[in-house]
């Protein structure tokens, strides 16, 4: 009643004849007394507005007109000034389809565990990529593995791999897997495992949740350190627990949203620089990921909440390229100047991918060599490398069907294959190796950073 109400009154002052016929048909059958006195109130309103002298022009006219006549049916009605706003057009949600209620963080955490295993790999894993951006240990962090997850028995078999790789190349690097869960598009395009854990377009959100949080458990329990990308502000509250390292990718770092999110995360945090190659957005996300944050977010019981964070004290930089690659000596040391001039960390974590391969997956080896013998010459801002790499090599589209696609090869960006991947590592851990041995003065000194 008081929505056809206000649907009168709209209708008198802006209507079509259509709209205004199919209204007063509507009211006439649900509150013709009232009805009646407001058609009454609405020609009376009319008949002076338009006799008024000096004459008023027809839109302001139609709607004062409208507007009287909205407002005696109002009244008539006995409706709340307050209620208004419920019979209003609706002004929010407009192109929303509709909310699917989600597990909630404590919730997924009770039914998917972290166990004693996992807690071990967790905080032996973040300890040394801590202490390997703050210089007290001298090894490489290689963060390595599949541009993202799709398949958890081939992420599984990846991590066996490296878990056996990591164990042997343990006194120069510290090998930490690529578990990455979401992908930032620059257009669109399948947005991972958790967006959309069928491959399908049916973007089961609750499922993708879990797959992921069970996935982490599984990696962590066999002793494999975890990196991933943090683009939902949400998710952490779901996997954070299970995650070692965390990107900021190029998309997002300069980003509000994402940088108050890295300031509360647990784990040491690299920022990309600018899908464009800049490296200030990257620095400013630091300066802003190390201050403490208030912002919107979730609590473990799923309630909306203000989250305050204190700082993440141990955000660093990503040179992942943009309109040229930036892994070179010169690209390194105008990082580490910009870094000096604003009392940030020097050290420097190099993605051998996206844009310093140029999106070819076979330039990884040579931007890989190059950086280690810019380590090996004693570039001490050089902490670790990043690699995308999968069981095999090359990508394929994402036809939706799991068992119909090729096994342990990517379907977001192309990545090396493992045995290019362990050729890398072995050789580069034996060049290490070497040169720590050959250094007279006790092997090249660590960057000592603060
Ligand atoms: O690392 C993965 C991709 O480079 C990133 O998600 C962007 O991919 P797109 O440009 O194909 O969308
Ligand atoms: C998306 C990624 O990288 P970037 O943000 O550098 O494009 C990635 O590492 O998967």
């Not at 006194?171 to 495992?193: I, N, Q, S």
């Not at 589209?397 to 991947?421: F, H, P, R």
Request: net charge neutral; aromatic share 6%.
């Amino acid at each position: 009643m008081a929505f056809l109400g206000l649907h009168l009154g709209n209708a008198c002052a802006t209507g079509s004849l259509y709209k205004k016929r199919k209204v007063v048909q509507q009211c006439f059958r649900q509150q013709p007394l009232a009805l009646l006195i407001t058609v009454f109130i609405f020609i009376t309103a009319e008949v002076r507005l338009w006799t008024a002298d000096p004459p008023r022009h027809y839109p302001e006219k139609a709607t004062a007109a409208g507007e009287t006549a909205c407002g005696c049916f109002i009244f008539l009605n006995n409706i709340h000034p307050q209620e208004r706003n419920n019979i209003m057009e609706k002004t929010y949600d407009i192109h929303v389809e509709k909310f699917v209620p989600l597990i909630s963080p404590s919730q997924l955490k009770d039914r998917i565990p972290l166990s004693q295993a996992s807690h071990e790999t967790v905080v032996a894993g973040r300890r040394a990529i801590a202490d390997i951006l703050g210089g007290k240990d001298p090894r490489l962090l290689v963060v390595t593995g599949p541009c993202s997850i799709h398949d958890e028995k081939a992420a599984l078999d990846y991590a066996a791999r490296l878990k056996a790789l990591g164990d042997r190349v343990n006194d120069t690097m510290l090998l930490v897997m690529r578990t990455y869960f979401e992908k930032p598009r620059t257009t669109v395009g399948w947005k991972g495992l958790i967006n959309d854990p069928w491959l399908n377009g049916s973007y089961d959100i609750g499922t993708g949740l879990e797959r992921a949080r069970r996935l982490l458990v599984q990696i962590t329990e066999m002793g494999v350190p975890t990196a991933t990308e943090m683009l939902d502000s949400i998710v952490p509250q779901y996997i954070a627990g299970l995650v070692c390292w965390a990107a900021i990718g190029a998309r997002t770092t300069e980003s509000q949203t994402h940088r108050e999110m890295a300031s509360g995360l647990s784990m040491p945090v690299g920022f990309k620089n600018c899908t464009d190659g800049s490296l200030a957005t990257a620095i400013n996300a630091m300066i802003a990921a190390r201050s403490s944050q208030s912002f919107l977010g979730i609590d473990p019981d799923g309630q909306a909440c203000i989250v305050k964070t204190t700082g993440n004290p141990h955000a660093h930089i990503v040179l992942r390229g943009g309109t040229r690659p930036n892994y070179d000596t010169v690209s390194i040391n105008e990082a580490v100047s910009m870094l000096s001039a604003k009392d940030l960390t020097r050290s420097i974590l190099v993605d051998c991918s996206h844009d310093n391969s140029r999106k070819n997956h076979e330039l990884q080896a040579s931007v890989w060599q190059d950086v280690i013998n810019q380590r090996i010459d004693g570039n001490k801002s050089i902490i670790g490398l990043m690699l995308e790499s999968n069981l095999n090599a090359g990508n394929q589209k994402n036809t939706g069907d799991l068992a119909a696609m090729a096994y342990g090869v990517s379907i977001t960006d192309a990545c090396i294959d493992w045995e290019t991947t362990e050729q890398l590592i072995i050789s580069a851990h034996e060049q290490l190796s070497h040169a720590n041995t050959a250094a007279t003065d006790g092997g090249f000194h660590r960057y000592k950073v603060g």
